[in-house]
């Protein structure tokens, strides 16, 4: 099975430009969430989506969106870029089943991409 | 809100050797997961251990263990027989429990640790 794949895999872009990245998840994981890791502030969460709804949000402004197809693939936008948005941008899939049973459906993460931001 | 604290940014220790790694977390939940990621040079993030709050044994999984205490909120992990291939930087992370699905809620992370493996 393929895993996560993430596109494209480097990026430059100048301040104030708006920048828009892929994620496809694992075949038949309905959820994928969105992770921004830099050197300063470590790895913190974005946003997850499951049924093409945003199911949870971490606290990043409103330039930060995102959406999910019905084929469960992924984007994620940042628009009005600013410096301190260079980092590597991380997305994750799992089964999110809804099942009752206790299990825990483990995050499977792509390779990233990298965003500089001139 | 939930935070996860590893004190030691940079951890060095020779082949074969056994390493711990610390974590504390801070949470008001009875119920969640405790996890280890391994992130080599690639990249790419690789789950290495998951301990559920509600088990009281401690997860291992072949060299890699964990020392889970919850009322003191720790959560350290051991590598026994270091390996050349296990130089990275290793993440505890922490995610809360939800009855309704998944528990994909958005993993809180430490800082990490740089583990070196000296030949």
């Known amino acids: 099975k393929a895993g996560v794949t993430q596109t494209p895999r480097y990026l430059i872009k100048t301040r104030g430009q708006q920048v828009t990245l892929s994620c496809s998840p694992i075949?038949?994981?309905?959820?994928v969430s969105w992770y921004q890791q830099t050197p300063g502030q470590g790895l913190q969460f974005l946003f997850e989506y499951f049924s093409e709804t945003q199911r949870n949000k971490g606290n990043f402004p409103g330039r930060f969106s995102g959406r999910q197809f019905s084929n469960s693939r992924s984007e994620m936008n940042v628009s009005t870029l600013e410096l301190g948005d260079s980092a590597l941008y991380l997305c994750?899939?799992?089964?999110?089943?809804?099942?009752?049973?206790?299990?825990?459906?483990?995050?499977?993460f792509g390779p990233g991409t990298r965003l500089t931001v001139l | 809100a939930q935070t996860v604290t590893q004190s030691q940014p940079e951890m060095s220790v020779q082949e074969a050797e056994t390493v711990t790694l610390s974590c504390t977390y801070d949470?008001?939940?009875?119920?969640?997961?405790l996890f280890w990621y391994k992130q080599p040079p690639s990249r790419q993030m690789i789950l290495v251990i998951r301990q559920e709050a509600y088990k009281q044994q401690n997860a291992t999984e072949n060299r890699f263990s964990v020392n889970f205490q919850k009322a003191a909120k720790s959560f350290s992990l051991k590598i026994s027989d270091s390996q050349l291939g296990d130089a990275a930087m290793y993440f505890c992370a922490y995610n809360a429990y939800k009855r309704s699905g998944g528990g994909a809620d958005g993993l809180t992370f430490g800082k990490g640790t740089h583990l070196i493996i000296q030949p």
């Open positions: 075949s038949g994981h309905r959820s």
């Open positions: 994750a899939s799992s089964l999110s089943s809804r099942s009752l049973a206790r299990s825990y459906n483990e995050q499977f």
């Open positions: 949470t008001s939940e009875s119920d969640y997961y």
